[in-house]
Nanobody
Framework: QVQVVESGGGLVQAGESLRLSCVVS????????MSWYRQAPGKQRELVAR?????????IYTDSVKDRFTASRDSARNTAYLQMNSLKLEDTAVYYC??????????????WGQGTQVTVSS
């Protein structure tokens, strides 16, 4: 089975930083991309960042975070990170990791973690 587990969320004050981690485990054959999404109360889920694999791959960010957040990936460890600096109240959301992967016995798809809560207070 595939497991995707996020960690690192918590309660912080505006202007502070957090680093989220996402670890993918299982009989993984390949990971094509790893992404971070978030969903704020009363809002639809939105893409925060995505890292594509292989030659020509690149990292993209939603405009509201691209000057403050940095996504990274350790391919050898099947781990992704989201460094979040200068956090704002509007960054409050549940943050999800999604891995576009192929594994033994399952179809290629986005596999999601359970989410980790990030709450930013004034």
């Amino acid at each position: 089975q595939v497991q995707v587990v996020e960690s690192g969320g918590g309660l912080v004050q505006a202007g502070e930083s957090l680093r989220l981690s996402c670890v993918v485990s299982g009989s993984i054959l390949s990971i094509n991309a790893m992404s971070w999404y978030r969903q704020a109360p009363g809002k639809q889920r939105e893409l925060v960042a995505r890292i594509s694999s292989g030659r020509g791959g690149r990292t993209i960010y939603t405009d509201s975070v691209k000057d403050r957040f940095t996504a990274s990936r350790d391919s050898a460890r099947n781990t992704a990170y989201l460094q979040m600096n200068s956090l704002k109240l509007e960054d409050t959301a549940v943050y999800y990791c999604a891995a576009d992967l192929e594994a033994v016995g399952v179809p290629r798809d986005d596999y999601w973690g359970q989410g980790t809560q990030v709450t930013v207070s004034s």
